[in-house]
């Protein structure tokens, strides 16, 4: 699913060799020349999404929506028509 819904979402790593696998919090080393500041990138029209480091310095994605859920109104039109 991508990109995936409105919300503060954990980056994670998954790697499997020699068919041992293991899933960790992606972040915690870094390389002293990475940028840690927030970046913002557009998802189009659907919202934004903000790449940040948490408090305990792994890699997190804020995603915030840009599209307004469809009213009451306009599902039930939807569902039973414009009668």
Do not use: C
Not at 10 to 18: G, S
Not at 37 to 62: I, K, W, Y
């Amino acid at each position: 699913m991508f990109p995936p819904g409105p919300g503060h979402w954990d980056v994670h790593v998954a790697v499997t060799a020699l068919g041992l696998s293991r899933e960790a919090r992606l972040g915690g080393v870094r390389g002293p020349k990475l940028k840690t500041a927030p970046q913002r990138h557009t998802l189009g029209a659907a919202g934004e999404a903000t790449a940040h480091f948490t408090n305990d310095g792994h890699l997190a994605v804020l995603v915030e929506s840009t599209v307004r859920p469809a009213t009451l109104r306009s599902r039930l039109r939807r569902l039973f028509g414009n009668g």
